[in-house]
């Protein structure tokens, strides 16, 4: 299955059996009403769904222009979206008989977030995490290993997430038969960029309901940041047959020119690394770049293939945006709303006000608010003088 | 397939199928693109084929000791162009298959038709594309029929007949079977899953089989070739000696000369 030329398996011949019977075990519960029924349960009631469409009022007033109303996925638990994905993918390992997870991460948000859910359901879970990551983010490492989740730092390649990801592949090369991969984002071979939209389609889903409840219409726009893409594909896919416009903001880092950034879409080409085809920074042997953003949620040089395919098809546009207006819409909304923003989210509250000033007051702009800051405080506290 | 690396190539080597084959590897610019040349000299000596790896930033098939060399060669500087160049120079000395072995991603972005076409025109015999299933390969196979390149594809313990038998289709050369549900990396034995899978290959595929991963001593090439294997392939334990050279990247030549000196005892009964 693929989105246009964006996607495929792109993996060493021994993935592709594990990849076949993930694929068939997806494809047979996520329509079966034993699973729907459980996962929902897990959602709403340990998680916390549905998460609240707010209108924010002192926001749209200082901005002018169209109504903001913020998506409150940082009301969940963990604080990110990305429990959506590892409640449901993990709810499936334990469906398929596997009784180890291993995930990589960054930040280590998602890595967090299948920590919880190896614990919620009784799983041994590793996290691949790149030794520089591992020194950037202790608290994230301690969250981890309280939750009962073991850390495995890598040491290889340039010591970040894509590294993290391809050690988790040499891993799961090794232990396919007990153990599943739990991928963070809509990102790798198929079936995991179609499994994990699904799986966080819950937000558009929900969304669509909420608005049409508060503004008896769909939204003129929404805006989301794109790392990997999964909090962007999972408000935008609901809305993907709709006359909505859809704009991915990415991580301008210091500025797209000076080459610290992480704008795989806006300044990357097509390639192929971690299983798919779609849009990476590379230089032009193929060597895949390292990225910057404030963001380390947004740090990755790859993009999902969905993300590729809309991008072509002009269904969604995307932008980005640096450290700097990041930082500073995260300031603001903290401010007028008494909301902190992951520093991720603060990229699509960033853009969201741009664009928002142009349109009129009777439109309406929703945002995802993809998590909440207190996992930034320790790096804010030192690039905002307050 | 147009051609066939066993019969276009010439008689400065064994053929099959009276021989099996050795086939050896190391990543090409490890520690430097400047001694890539005389390893490649050392290993031609007692080698049937060579096995060249293209340089990657992600290289996730590979083990810890191959991924240090993909680190080495990418921090000394090395680039595609200069893969190539090192192979035509090497053919300026011999007629020995060079097999190059690479990710996807470098073959991507340069045009799959210009990489293969570059290639050829280098003189390399067959390629290697590691994350490059039979699925994803039309582009890649249509260029390959076109200059003439062979191609070889892996095979793993679980591949199931139906694939092996497309697997062996759309190589050319031969199959490589990995021998190990892991990465590339020397190891201590040969395990189980190898001999299976020899086994299964041999009654389904039409090509050569060459065994690798792990393979790093001469009774590991014995046991392999009385399994049943065409060729065997020895890649981390070599490497692992460029390595250990580190602070005289010169001699390092002498030393893969006598290792793989040694695994060519394997050969021999």
Request: charged residues 25%; negative net charge.
């Amino acid at each position: 299955m693929k989105f246009g030329e964006f996607g495929g398996q792109f993996v060493p011949e021994v993935l592709i059996p594990p990849l076949k019977e993930l694929e068939e075990a997806y494809e047979r519960l996520k329509d079966d009403k034993e699973f729907k029924r459980e996962l929902d349960y897990y959602l709403k009631v340990y998680a916390g769904r549905p998460t609240p469409l707010y209108f924010a009022r002192n926001l749209t007033e200082h901005v002018g222009g169209a109504k903001i109303y913020l998506k409150r996925e940082d009301l969940l638990h963990s604080g990110a979206h990305k429990i959506n994905n590892t409640i449901g993918q993990a709810l499936l390992a334990k469906k398929m008989g596997k009784t180890r997870l291993i995930a990589e991460t960054g930040a280590g948000q998602h890595g967090v977030a299948t920590a919880i859910a190896g614990a919620l359901f009784g799983m041994k879970t590793e996290v691949y995490m790149g030794s520089e990551d591992v020194e950037r983010q202790k608290p994230n490492v301690f969250r981890m290993k309280l939750l009962g989740a073991e850390v495995i730092p890598v040491h290889s390649g340039s010591r970040t997430l894509k590294d993290a990801i391809n050690e988790a592949l040499r891993d799961w090369v090794a232990t396919f038969e007990t153990t599943h991969y739990l991928i963070g984002s809509v990102v790798g071979p198929h079936p995991y960029p179609v499994m994990v939209r699904d799986f966080q389609s819950v937000i558009g889903k929900e969304t669509k309901r909420q608005l049409l409840e508060a503004e008896g219409t769909l939204p003129d726009c929404i805006v989301a940041c794109v790392g990997g893409g999964s909090n962007a594909m999972g408000i935008f896919y609901p809305f993907s047959r709709d006359k909505v416009r859809l704009i991915g903001v990415e991580a301008a880092g210091r500025g797209i020119e000076t080459g610290k950034h992480s704008a795989s879409l806006c300044a990357g080409k097509k390639g192929v690394l971690h299983g798919m085809l779609s849009y990476f920074l590379q230089d032009e042997d193929g060597q895949i770049a390292t990225t910057h953003s404030v963001a380390a949620g947004l740090d990755y040089p790859g993009v999902g293939p969905e993300h590729a395919w809309m991008k072509e098809t002009g269904r969604a546009e995307y932008v980005a945006v640096t450290d700097e207006e990041a930082l500073n819409a995260f300031a603001l909304l903290s401010k007028l709303e008494g909301i902190i923003p992951a520093l991720e989210s603060a990229h699509a509250v960033a853009y969201a006000v741009k664009v928002a000033g142009e349109m009129e007051k009777d439109e309406v702009v929703v945002v995802n608010l993809s998590g909440r800051g207190d996992k930034d405080l320790e790096i804010v506290m030192k690039l905002l003088k307050l | 397939m147009t051609t066939n690396m066993i019969e276009g190539q010439s008689k400065s080597y064994q053929s099959y199928p009276e021989t099996p084959w050795l086939v050896t590897f190391i990543t090409a610019g490890d520690p430097d693109v400047k001694y890539t040349l005389d390893y490649m000299l050392a290993l031609e000596k007692y080698s049937d084929v060579i096995e060249l790896g293209i340089p990657f930033s992600d290289p996730m098939a590979d083990g810890p000791t191959i991924q240090k060399a993909n680190v080495r060669a990418l921090k000394a500087g090395t680039k595609v162009r200069d893969v190539f160049n090192v192979v035509r120079e090497f053919r300026e000395h011999s007629e020995k298959p060079v097999v190059l072995m690479t990710y996807y991603n470098p073959v991507y972005v340069r045009g799959v038709d210009n990489f293969v076409k570059e290639a050829k025109e280098n003189g390399v015999s067959a390629m290697i594309v590691v994350d490059l299933p039979v699925e994803e390969s039309d582009p890649y196979l249509k260029a390959c029929e076109k200059y003439g390149m062979d191609t070889v594809f892996l095979a793993a313990p679980n591949t199931p007949e139906n694939r092996l038998r497309v697997i062996d289709e759309v190589s050319s050369a031969f199959v490589y079977l990995v021998s190990l549900y892991g990465t590339t990396g020397a190891r201590d034995k040969i395990p189980e899953t190898a001999f299976r899978l020899i086994e299964r290959a041999k009654k389904v595929c039409t090509k050569p089989v060459c065994v690798g991963f792990g393979v790093s001593k001469d009774e590991h090439v014995r046991e392999l070739v009385r399994a049943g294997a065409d060729g065997v392939v020895v890649g981390s334990a070599i490497v692992r000696i460029i390595e250990e050279s580190a602070d005289e990247p010169e001699l390092a030549v002498g030393r893969i000369e006598e290792f793989v000196k040694s695994l060519r005892n394997g050969l021999v009964d």
